[in-house]
């Protein structure tokens, strides 16, 4: 079940200290969990790492023929 609400931060933080002491550092840890994981690579960023590079043969081509239709 999931329930999406909008909310202030200082409802938020009323409710937050509402909680049990044991409540709220289990949020606290769940928090700082969250920021120190790794982000995963988007879809952009693992094309540009993992797609077809040019050899510098076919570079030194591609320049080649730049400057003779210039």
């Known amino acids: 079940m999931n329930i999406n609400l909008e909310i202030g931060y ?3 933080l009323k409710l937050v ?3 049990p ?3 709220r550092k289990q949020l606290a840890e769940a928090i ?3 920021e120190t994981a790794p982000h995963p690579p988007n879809n952009l960023q ?3 790492l993992t797609g077809p590079v040019w050899t510098k043969e076919e570079y030194q081509n591609v320049l080649k023929t730049r400057e003779q239709l210039n």
């Open 21 to 23: 002491s044991k409540q």
């Open 10 to 12: 200082e409802q938020l």
């Open 17 to 19: 200290m509402q909680l």
């Open 32 to 34: 700082q969990k969250a």
């Open 46 to 48: 693992e094309l540009l």
